[in-house]
């Protein structure tokens, strides 16, 4: 089996030359992403293997699909960037459903202790041999109300953490396990009584925009929304107006709506071209990490031995309904 990775980074080699050896498995690193621009690079491919800001649409898929490419690994567990509609009959998908839920949900409660605590500033300050505490005031965790939108294998993990802090954990979620040590409330509750908002749920048609002016309104004055999901569940002028008139206290964001041309690049000869990102670059009270969550040594072996795993038995017909990705 011949693959082309696209979105290559130097991170991501190390697990997959390890686990492809001796698979009969060669993988042909790209840096670049795909896209309908460089799609014709998998000519020849069985399989393609593309991350979260890959674009996998129709139009993508059947190029890959008359290029004679089978297979589509996504080393990510979030699909919405491909079009499974497309995919259907074509092309197989496969992601990985879980690789360090840990990770995901350790970053988000550094962003928001960063973020409350404002070792952000600390760093700089004492880095400058500036040691005045003014302006660094946080809140104590303990006691405040945090809610947690999907409590899937990261929300659990995140709710877990909370309680840690001795915080009170309110939850929504379609489908609610009650076995959790949660308080499942419906929308209107968890945003008005919440003084931390965490997303950690899929984006999907259903909650595309879910934080957007009318459900701001809802919030308490100075609430905290911490994003490790995907961008696209916030409204990011609707979020900047909130921070700007103060409503939003801060906000802590490792995925952005409009990432797909910034992330995981070194922008920093550039002139800053998305107004957006630069104005909440600009906040105080913003911390936005680079689509990172995931990444940790665990996390980077799992990815890696479950996406060879996944091609293994697309090629041998081992079922393995767990980690495919199926339309609806
Ligand atoms: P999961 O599939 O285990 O849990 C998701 C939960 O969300 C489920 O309980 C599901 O019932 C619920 N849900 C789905 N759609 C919903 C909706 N419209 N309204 C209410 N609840 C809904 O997923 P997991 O592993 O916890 O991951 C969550 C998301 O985190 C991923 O889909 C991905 O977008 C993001 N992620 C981000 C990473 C990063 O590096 N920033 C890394 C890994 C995942």
């Known amino acids: 089996m011949r693959i082309a990775f696209f979105d290559a980074k130097s991170y991501d080699m190390v697990g997959f030359n390890r686990y492809s050896e001796g698979t009969g498995m060669t993988i042909k690193y790209f840096e670049t992403r795909l896209n309908e621009d460089t799609v014709s690079m998998a000519d020849g491919y069985d399989a393609v293997c593309v991350f979260v800001n890959d674009t996998v649409n129709a139009t993508v898929v059947n190029k890959l699909y008359e290029m004679g490419v089978k297979v589509i690994a996504l080393r990510c567990a979030g699909f919405n960037n491909v079009d499974l509609k497309a995919c259907e009959g074509k092309i197989r998908v496969f992601r990985v459903p879980a690789y360090s839920p840990h990770a995901v949900a350790e970053h988000a409660m550094a962003l928001l202790l960063t973020i409350n605590r404002r070792i952000h500033k ?187 795993d996944n091609l293994q038995k697309f090629v041998s017909g081992e079922p393995n309904t767990q980690n495919e990705v199926l339309n609806g």
């Open 122 to 308: 600390a760093y700089n300050r004492t880095k400058d041999f500036n040691f005045s505490l003014d302006g660094l005031t946080g809140f104590d965790m303990y006691g405040k109300t945090v809610g947690i939108f999907g409590t899937g294998k990261i929300g659990r993990i995140f709710a877990d953490i909370c309680h840690g802090f001795g915080m009170n954990v309110l939850a929504y979620d379609m489908y609610p396990d009650h076995s959790l040590n949660v308080k499942y409330v419906d929308l209107p509750e968890l945003f008005s009584q919440s003084d931390i908002i965490a997303l950690h749920c899929p984006l999907n048609k259903d909650n595309y925009h879910i934080i957007n002016r009318e459900t701001i309104a809802m919030m308490k004055e100075g609430v905290y929304i911490v994003n490790t999901s995907r961008g696209g569940m916030i409204d990011t002028e609707a979020l900047i107006d909130g921070i700007k008139s103060k409503k939003i206290g801060a906000a802590c964001l490792d995925v952005y709506e409009d990432e797909g041309d910034m992330f995981y690049t070194d922008n920093s000869g550039h002139i800053m071209q998305d107004d957006k990102l630069a104005r909440l670059l600009s906040m105080p009270n913003v911390i936005v990490t680079s689509h990172q969550a995931f990444l940790t040594e665990e996390a980077l072996d799992s990815i890696a031995s479950t996406t060879i």
